[in-house]
């Protein structure tokens, strides 16, 4: 019985580590999936996989004209399509923000340049190291609904001067398979970018 006690114990005790760590892999998306968000402003846009091929995802993002390859595997962007149906390499900031199979401890990293003239309106090319990083499982509501989710701090640091950087927090839900709510640091590191959150999704079967 005393046996019993001590291994039931020790099961509640590493239980919420155990969970802590399991393992998110990427979602399977299909043509028609679709993720509406409403901004700070009050103004709304949606994404939506408009196509799927044998290792990439093609998605629609807000009104951008372009199109976004997605890999399969990882759900880092590959390719930005553009309208006359040309493959450029991804180079955005957000190229791997969710790098899957994620869990709770894992970190990653990239890094990127902007030209003169991008973020901050430098006069110079800018190089950039990017951080992200999973902290923790927490439970979050939005308009869309009620979903466990994996917070991701993604953090840009200017590698010049005196290294001034920023952070964006986005909480993704493995149940509605995209990120469900955006935290944008409040500072003049970040121009026109908003917080966001989701309102209402929809997954084809």
Same mark, same amino acid.
Not at 85 to 90: D, T
Not at 93 to 97: A, S
């Given at each position: 019985m005393k046996k019993v006690i001590f291994l039931t114990c020790l099961f509640l005790f590493f239980a919420p580590s155990v969970f802590? *760590?399991?393992k998110c892999e990427?979602?399977?998306w299909k043509t028609g999936d679709q993720w509406r968000f409403k901004l700070a402003d009050g103004n709304t846009y949606a994404n939506e996989v408009v196509d799927t091929k044998d290792d990439l995802y093609v998605v629609r993002v807000a009104r951008d004209p372009d199109r976004y390859g997605y890999d399969r595997e990882t759900l880092n962007i590959k390719f930005v399509i553009k309208e006359d149906?040309? *493959?450029?390499?991804?180079?955005g900031?957000?190229?791997?923000?969710f790098s899957f199979p994620i869990f709770v401890g894992?970190?990653?990293t990239d890094t990127n340049s902007r030209p003169a003239g991008g973020l901050g309106v430098s006069k110079v090319e800018t190089s950039f190291a990017i951080d992200f990083g999973v902290e923790s499982m927490e439970d979050l509501t939005t308009p869309a609904g009620a979903f466990k989710t994996y917070k991701i701090r993604h953090k840009l640091t200017m590698m010049r001067g005196h290294n001034p950087s920023g952070w964006i927090l986005f909480w993704y839900s493995p149940e509605a398979k995209w990120w469900v709510k955006r935290e944008v640091e409040k500072s003049s590191f970040w121009s026109n970018l908003q917080d966001a959150e989701l309102i209402s999704f929809q997954s084809k079967k």
């Open positions: 802590a *760590q399991e990427a979602p399977a149906g040309r *493959q450029m390499k991804a180079t900031d957000l190229r791997k923000l894992k970190k990653w």
